[in-house]
Structures are given as C-alpha cells and as structure tokens.
T-cell receptor
Framework: AQKITQTQPGMFVQEKEAVTLDCTYDTSDQSYGLFWYKQPSSGEMIFLIYQGSYDEQNATEGRYSLNFQKARKSANLVISASQLGDSAMYFCAMREGEDNNNDMRFGAGTRLTVKP | DAGVTQSPTHLIKTRGQQVTLRCSPKSGHDTVSWYQQALGQGPQFIFQYYEEEERQRGNFPDRFSGHQFPNYSSELNVNALLLGDSALYLC?????????????FGPGTRLTVT
C-alpha cells in the first residue's frame, strides 16, 4: 500500500500568489516525521520543512508552512508569495518510528510551475 | 563547509555491466543512505551505512551492494545491470544521533543503461 500519496501531478500558480500542495500519509506508528523536499531540474533534493508527529504547532520556515492535520493524516505544504524560482518538483516524505535514521518513504511528487 | 558530493555526475553503461557510484557525506556526518529515483517517481530507499556496516536495506536485489569507508564516504555497486536500473541515484548523509530532519542529499548520479 502507498505510504505517501500526492494526488496532484502538476500545479500552476501565479507569481506572488500562495499555493497548497497536497500530501496524505498512511502509518500505524505513533511516532513519525513528515518532510517536504524541493527538487529542481538539477536533481538535488533540497530540504524545505519538517513536522514531527508529536509537534502541536504547524511547522513554518520562511515562506513555507506545513498544514498538519493528524486525524486526517494529511501534511499539506503551503508556499506563500510564490516566486519564479519555486518552479520545481516537490516531494512529501515520511519517516516512521523513533529512529531518526529510519528510511524515508517518498510520494510521487508534484510539479509546480510558477507563471509570471 | 562542503555538502554532500557524488561522482560521477552522469554515467552510461551497457546491460550486464557493473557500475560503482561514489558519495562523500557532509562534514561531520557519519551515516550514508542511498536512494534510487526512476524517471517520474519519488526516490526509493536502497540501503544505509553506518560504521562501515549496512544498517538498513530496502526492497532491492542483491545485485545492489555497498560499502562505507573509515572516512564515512560510501560506494554503491550495481552488478549485472538491467535497463530498469536507469535512474538518478541519490546519496544522503546524516548524523546517527542527530536531529531527524538533518538529512542532506547530494546532486545525484544519473545512470543510463543501454
């Protein structure tokens, strides 16, 4: 079964607007971490934001925020004030368990295109 | 402070051949994980090395093997290459006792099998 589901293969957003990228996950563990990465065409995975399962506040990092709804098992990424440089693939990932080095499961990704 | 580096950047091999990919972790990191990312998909975990031992392994055949050296750098070896092994291979480094979110990826090696 898919652990991480990203239902939007592609998204478009106007420059300076906000955009939400969806992510749902499946786990029976109580302890887990959720991640978002950006992958430009160069290929490198760039860490954006992290949310621990026990964190009560939604994570924020600059223009990135994570809308964490634990009961719904969703961890949507919100990018505010989109910039042309935000055009890239975005991946949601999950690490289950207490071990900080457990393997990560990735979704299939969403390609975001920012229009000028 | 150098980040994660990988070599080579691109590689073309013929079916049946063997390939070795290399990764140097971020300074101070002791754990290296390898991922395979096929075109249009998210990365898939291959295995992880710590203290020169394979610590965890994903669902990949024995044709995929690895090594970690005393300086924490790592190699990924793939034997008897198949067309389906064509992918971007990503290396990620972390500190075993570090924070969960502190995993840094390298730029990847793009392998094409013909």
């Amino acid at each position: 079964a898919q652990k991480i589901t990203q239902t939007q293969p592609g998204m478009f957003v106007q420059e300076k607007e906000a955009v939400t990228l969806d992510c749902t996950y499946d786990t029976s563990d109580q302890s887990y971490g959720l991640f978002w990465y950006k992958q430009p065409s160069s290929g490198e995975m760039i860490f954006l934001i992290y949310q621990g399962s026990y964190d009560e506040q939604n994570a924020t990092e600059g223009r990135y925020s994570l809308n964490f709804q634990k009961a719904r098992k969703s961890a949507n990424l919100v990018i505010s004030a989109s910039q042309l440089g935000d055009s890239a693939m975005y991946f949601c990932a999950m690490r289950e368990g207490e071990d900080n080095n457990n393997d990560m499961r990735f979704g299939a990704g969403t390609r975001l295109t920012v229009k000028p | 402070d150098a980040g994660v580096t990988q070599s080579p950047t691109h590689l073309i091999k013929t079916r049946g051949q063997q390939v070795t990919l290399r990764c140097s972790p971020k300074s101070g990191h002791d754990t290296v994980s390898w991922y395979q990312q096929a075109l249009g998909q998210g990365p898939q975990f291959i295995f992880q090395y710590y203290e020169e031992e394979e610590r965890q392994r994903g669902n990949f055949p024995d044709r995929f093997s690895g090594h970690q050296f005393p300086n924490y750098s790592s190699e990924l070896n793939v034997n008897a290459l198949l067309l389906g092994d064509s992918a971007l291979y990503l290396c990620a480094s972390s500190l075993l006792q570090g924070y969960s979110y502190e995993q840094y990826f390298g730029p990847g090696t793009r392998l094409t099998v013909t």
